[in-house]
C-alpha cells in the first residue's frame, strides 16, 4: 500500500502562534484528501477535507497540490484546544493514515 | 450527531484466546471498516465490508482474523488465537459513499 508521510513534530507553540503541517503522499492516483484530529487514545476525527482550490474553515486552511502530490494544513491563532496529533489521510479506499504530527500549544 | 458504537471500550485477554470487538455503525450507512492503532504508531487498515462480504482486507488481516454482521446491526471483529502483538487500539468506521468516514471511540486491546 502506498504511503503517505507527515513532519514528525513535535510541535510546541505558544498560543496565538501560527503553526503549519506538511504531508507528502505517494499514490498519484489519489483523488481524495483530509485532515484529521486524533487527541490521546481517541479515535481519529475529521477535521476538514482538502480540495484543490483550498479550503478554509475558520482559523484552518487545507491545500492541496496535485503535481507535487503535497498537502499543507496551515492553523492561525492556535489555542490550548488545538493541542492533538493532526492525520493526514488519503482515500486510497480505504483511507490511509499518515503517522500524524504532534502538536502541543502553550499558554 | 449520529455515532459509530464500539464495545467493550477496554478488553484485557490472555494469549491465546478469541475475542470479538463488537460495533454498531451509523444505521444508513453502507460501508463498514475495521482499522487498529498499535500505541505510538499510525492507524492502519484492516478490512472492509460492504453488502455483507469483505470488499478489501489487508496484509495484516491473516486467518486469524474474520469479520460478521450478524443481525443487520452489529460489525464484529473475531481475532481466533490473540497474540501479544494484537495488542492495540481497535476503531470501526463507517461511511456512505463519497461521504466522510465516522470512526467509533475503539476498544483498546491488551493481551497478556
Known amino acids: 500500500r502506498k504511503e503517505v508521510e507527515q513532519d514528525p513534530g513535535p510541535f510546541n507553540v505558544p498560543e496565538g502562534a501560527t503553526v503549519a503541517f506538511n504531508c507528502t503522499y505517494s499514490?498519484?492516483?489519489?483523488?481524495?484528501f483530509f485532515w484529521y484530529r486524533q487527541d490521546c487514545r481517541k479515535e481519529p476525527k475529521l477535521l476538514m477535507s482538502?480540495?484543490?482550490s483550498g479550503n478554509e474553515d475558520g482559523r484552518f486552511t487545507a491545500q492541496l497540490n496535485r503535481a507535487s502530490q503535497y498537502i499543507s494544513l496551515l492553523i492561525r491563532d492556535s489555542k490550548l484546544s488545538d493541542s492533538a496529533t493532526y492525520l493526514c489521510?488519503?482515500?486510497?479506499?480505504?483511507?490511509?493514515f499518515g503517522k500524524g504530527t504532534r502538536l502541543s500549544v502553550i499558554a | 450527531e449520529p455515532e459509530v458504537t464500539q464495545t467493550p471500550s477496554h478488553q484485557v485477554t490472555q494469549m491465546g484466546q478469541e475475542v470479538i470487538l463488537r460495533c454498531v455503525p451509523i444505521?444508513?450507512?453502507?460501508?463498514f471498516y475495521w482499522y487498529r492503532q498499535i500505541l505510538g504508531q499510525k492507524v492502519e487498515f484492516l478490512v472492509s465490508?460492504?453488502?455483507?462480504?469483505?470488499?478489501?482486507k489487508s496484509e495484516i488481516f491473516d486467518d486469524q482474523f474474520s469479520v460478521e454482521r450478524p443481525d443487520g446491526s452489529n460489525f464484529t471483529l473475531k481475532i481466533r488465537s490473540t497474540k501479544l502483538e494484537d495488542s492495540a487500539m481497535y476503531f470501526c468506521?463507517?461511511?456512505?459513499?463519497?461521504?466522510?468516514?465516522?470512526f467509533g471511540s475503539g476498544t483498546r486491546l491488551t493481551v497478556v
Open positions: 489521510v488519503v482515500d486510497n479506499t480505504p483511507l490511509v
Open positions: 499514490n498519484s492516483a489519489s483523488q481524495s
Open positions: 482538502v480540495y484543490s
Open positions: 444505521s444508513n450507512h453502507l460501508y
Open positions: 465490508f460492504y453488502n455483507n462480504e469483505i470488499s478489501e
Open positions: 468506521a463507517s461511511n456512505r459513499l463519497n461521504y466522510g468516514y465516522t
